[in-house]
């Protein structure tokens, strides 16, 4: 009788165990689903943050001409 229970128990152990395998591969699925998102916001990030810094060089550069010419006609002007 005590065989008969103990195969019971392995046999309910099983099921609960594959039952929490699955609940853990759904929950590691939306894991990398979320990483992979993160990651591709990341990039999207790194690319404004780019193009913000290409647009400061230019207004930069921009500046600096304006300067140049408005010294140059003050000083020659």
Do not use: Q
């Not at 008969?4 to 594959?18: A, F, P, Q, V």
């Not at 790194?46 to 400061?56: E, H, I, S």
């Not at 230019?58 to 000083?75: C, D």
Request: with cysteine.
């Amino acid at each position: 009788m005590a065989r008969k229970s103990n195969s019971n128990l392995e046999d309910h152990n099983g099921i609960r165990l594959t039952s929490h395998e699955k609940i853990c591969a759904e929950r590691m699925k939306t894991l990398f689903k979320s990483m992979d998102e993160v990651k591709k916001e990341i990039k999207e990030l790194r690319t404004d943050m780019n193009k913000g810094k290409g647009a400061v060089n230019l207004l930069l550069i921009l500046g600096g001409l304006a300067g140049i010419l408005a010294s140059y006609f003050k000083w020659n002007g």
